[in-house]
């Protein structure tokens, strides 16, 4: 019985290790909303101290969870960070205070699993409107 738990322990250390190796550090990104398609955000291959080729052999790709629309894509040839598609912070994240979208970088062969966020800053593409364009107040002085 001691046996098959020390078994079990040294295939969860096993396991431990193994994510830990999979699993890096986070890349930070911040882009403006409604930048149009194809404008750079990063470098991920520069961030992540990757040659081209590699990135590329790795099949490195950008997937958000729980999400069908594409943001962000990886240009193979640079290993730039794109804007693939329309970012609008308002329609993501609404009266939040801050738009942050996480997505993960997966590169094959062997599996490495890079988290990424990508702070949204707002443009002020909705200024406020008002029922009236002008009012008129008249605040009189009093001397008591």
Same mark, same amino acid.
């Given at each position: 019985m001691a046996h098959l738990l020390r078994i079990a322990e040294i295939w969860g250390? =096993?396991?431990?290790?193994?994510?830990?190796?999979?699993?890096?550090?986070?890349?930070?990104?911040?882009?403006?909303?409604e930048l149009k398609h194809g404008s750079v955000i990063g470098n991920v291959a520069k961030d992540l101290g990757m040659d081209l080729g590699r990135l590329s052999a790795?099949?490195?790709r950008v997937e958000?969870?729980?999400?069908?629309?594409?943001?962000?894509? %990886?240009?193979?040839?640079s290993g730039s960070l794109m804007v693939a598609g329309r970012i609008d912070r308002e329609e993501l994240c609404g009266e939040k205070p801050t738009c942050v979208l996480k997505f993960d970088l997966l590169l094959e062969n062997p599996l490495e699993l890079?988290?990424?966020? =990508?702070?949204?800053q707002d443009i002020n593409d909705n200024p406020p409107i008002f029922p009236k364009g002008e %009012?008129?107040?008249? %605040?009189?002085?009093?001397?008591?």
């Open positions: 250390l =096993v396991f431990v290790f193994f994510v830990l190796h999979c699993a890096h550090g986070e890349l930070t990104y911040t882009v403006q909303e790795r099949k490195a958000m969870e729980g999400n069908d629309k594409v943001y962000v894509g %990886i240009n193979m040839g890079h988290r990424m966020s =990508v702070q949204v %009012i008129r107040l008249e %605040i009189t002085e009093s001397a008591d």
